[in-house]
T-cell receptor, first 110, second 114 residues
């Protein structure tokens, strides 16, 4: 079982829809959590860090559930430009070496 | 804002040749990471450097070596290239561990081994 698991999708949604992704991690010692966005053949780009209290950045909201060991990403009012692969990234406590999930593909259509 | 710079962006080599990939981190970032990403795969951590010292090692083959220089740029040296080395190689940089774990990726070097 991978340390970080994501539903690969694809999630196919119309513009304006709300979509949510979950990511589960197996190591309870995990401490730092991130969502990255990666477009085809491009570099991963940091979307947001995920804090214990949850955080919001515009249309994007990230949540952390330590008890159930998952993080989530909610995208509201989806835009065509949101189409990408969303990578869940987890660092173990005291380690800056991230473990990547395989990514969730999002396709937003007109 | 300045980003991570990688060169070259594309590289074509033949089997058994050598290649050198370069990475220039964001100014004030003293930590550099190297990743390999094959088609349809997530990035695989190879090696990292903090303050010019190797800080951690992942799945880097013995044929590969890397170092970080006094200006914090880093080079990944790859020898005896194999077909399976064809991939995207990303460099990422961050502030010191303990200050931030947020990594910023460069545009990558696409290596093709023929």
């Amino acid at each position: 079982r991978k340390e970080v698991e994501q539903d690969p999708g694809p999630f196919n949604v119309p513009e304006g829809a709300t979509v949510a992704f979950n990511c589960t991690y197996s190591n309870s010692a995990s401490q730092s959590f991130f969502w990255y966005r990666q477009d085809c053949r491009k570099e991963p780009k940091l979307l947001m860090s995920v804090y214990s209290s949850g955080n919001e950045d515009g249309r994007f909201t990230a949540q952390l559930n330590r008890a159930s060991q998952y993080i989530s990403l909610l995208i509201r009012d989806s835009k065509l430009s949101d189409s990408a692969t969303y990578l869940c990234v987890v660092n173990k406590r005291g380690s800056y070496i991230p473990t990547f999930g395989r990514g969730t593909s999002l396709i937003v259509h007109p | 804002a300045a980003g991570v710079i990688q060169s070259p962006r594309h590289l074509i080599k033949e089997k058994r040749e050598t290649a050198t990939l370069k990475c220039y981190p964001i100014p004030r970032h003293d930590t550099v990471y190297w990743y390999q990403q094959g088609p349809g795969q997530d990035p695989q951590f190879l090696i990292s450097f903090y303050e010019k010292m190797q800080s951690d090692k992942g799945s880097i083959p013995d044929r590969f070596s890397a170092q970080q220089f006094s200006d914090y740029h880093s080079e990944l040296n790859m020898s005896s290239l194999e077909l399976g080395d064809s991939a995207l190689y990303f460099c990422a940089s961050s502030l010191s561990p303990g200050v931030s774990y947020e990594q910023y990726f460069g545009p990558g070097t696409r290596l093709t081994v023929t």
